[in-house]
C-alpha cells in the first residue's frame, strides 16, 4: 500500500511510498482511509521522527475488515477514528474504542476535522464540570481547537470570551462568543476556565484573570515563549486556582464515543466544522507550508482517492 512517510531526502521530509499492510489486533479494524486532517503537533513530530516512519492522526474512512473480536462496526461502516500514528497512509488498523460511525449526513471531509481538534476542546472544557452559567475565557480562539471549544462551551450553557485578532472577531461572535477581544487585558473577568494554547504573556495574563478557585487548562504554547510563574500571581484575589496541563494522548478512554458525541452535533446543526483547504494528499507540502504559516482559519483536509 502507499503511506506518506518522513524522508530526509525529501524538500518537506515527507515521501510517498510503499509501505507494509497493517497487522490487526483482535480489537482492531482495518479501515481504508479516504481522508485525514492536519494538526499542528504533526509539525512538530515531522523534524523528530526517523525516516519511515508515518505520521497522521485524524482519519476517516470505511472499515474494510471488522475487529476480529466481534468489538466495533461491522465492514463497511463509515467510521472517524483518532489513532497515534500511521494515518496518511491507504489503510490503517484502529482500536475499536476509538472508532465512530458517521451519521449519513456528515461528509468524509467534515468528519476529518473532528478527532484531535474536536476531542481536544471537550477534553480541556471537561476540566471545568457543569459549565452552565460559568464565564469561560478561550486563548488562540480561531484556531481549530478554539473553534470548537467556543461552540461547544457555547452548547453547554456557558458564557464565552474568545482572544483572537480583530479580523476574526466576527466570525467567532458567529460561532457563540459573547465577548472577542484581541488580549486578554482587554477581556472582562474573572473566568472560573481558562483554555489556553499560546504561552507567554498570554498564559500571565490568564492568571491574573481567573476565578478564585477556577482553572486554567495548558493545552498547547503556540507563541514558543515561556512563563515565568509564582505564588504572588496568585495571591491575592485568584486564591484555589490550579494550572493544568492537557494532552489529548494521556487525556483518557473511549476516544470514539467523544468523536461519536461530536459527530452527532454535525449532524444535528449545532456543530461547525469548517475545510479551509481540501485538496489530494500528494500535494501533502502545500498544505504543510499553508499551516506553518498560519494562512488559514479552519482544518486542511487531505483526500486519500
Known amino acids: 500500500m502507499l503511506a506518506l512517510a518522513i524522508s530526509s531526502d525529501s524538500s518537506n521530509r515527507l515521501k510517498l511510498t510503499e509501505a507494509d499492510e497493517p497487522n490487526c ?7 481504508t482511509v479516504h481522508a485525514t486532517s492536519l494538526n499542528r503537533g504533526e509539525l512538530r513530530l515531522l523534524g523528530m521522527r526517523p525516516d519511515g516512519w508515518i505520521p497522521g492522526q485524524d482519519i476517516v474512512g470505511i472499515v474494510e ?3 476480529a473480536d466481534g468489538s466495533g462496526p461491522a465492514a463497511g461502516a463509515r467510521v472517524a477514528a483518532l489513532v497515534d500514528q500511521a494515518g496518511w497512509a491507504e489503510r490503517v488498523a484502529v482500536p475499536t474504542d476509538r472508532l465512530a460511525v458517521l451519521p449519513d449526513a456528515v461528509s468524509f471531509a467534515s468528519a476529518a476535522t473532528l478527532p484531535v481538534a474536536g476531542t481536544t476542546a471537550l477534553r480541556t472544557l471537561r476540566h471545568g464540570g457543569d459549565l452552565a452559567g460559568q464565564r469561560v475565557l478561550i486563548t488562540g480562539a480561531s484556531g481549530a481547537v ?3 471549544q467556543i461552540q461547544i462551551a457555547r452548547e453547554q450553557g456557558a458564557s464565552v470570551t474568545a482572544i483572537a485578532s480583530a479580523r476574526h472577531h466576527d466570525d467567532l461572535r458567529h460561532l457563540g462568543a459573547g465577548q472577542v477581544a484581541e488580549s486578554i487585558e482587554l477581556a472582562e473577568g474573572p473566568f472560573s476556565l481558562i483554555t489556553e494554547s499560546v504561552g507567554g ?5 490568564a492568571i491574573g484573570r481567573v476565578a478564585p478557585g477556577g482553572t486554567i487548562v495548558m493545552f498547547g504554547s503556540s507563541s ?3 512563563t515565568p510563574v509564582g505564588f504572588r500571581q496568585f495571591v491575592p484575589g485568584h486564591e484555589g486556582a490550579r ?4 494532552a489529548y494522548y494521556t487525556s483518557g478512554s473511549a476516544i470514539g464515543a467523544d468523536i461519536a458525541w461530536l459527530l452527532g452535533l454535525v449532524a444535528a446543526g449545532r456543530l461547525e466544522t469548517r475545510v479551509a483547504i481540501a485538496m489530494p494528499w500528494t500535494d501533502i507540502g502545500q498544505a504543510l507550508d499553508a ?8 482544518k486542511a483536509v487531505l483526500t486519500m482517492a
Open 146 to 148: 478554539g473553534r470548537f
Open 243 to 246: 494550572l493544568q496541563t492537557f
Open 65 to 67: 475488515r471488522a475487529a
Open 224 to 226: 514558543g515563549e515561556l
Open 291 to 298: 499551516l506553518r504559516q498560519r494562512s488559514f482559519s479552519g
Open 25 to 31: 489486533n483482535a480489537n482492531e479494524a482495518l479501515v
Open 201 to 205: 504573556k498570554s498564559l500571565a495574563d
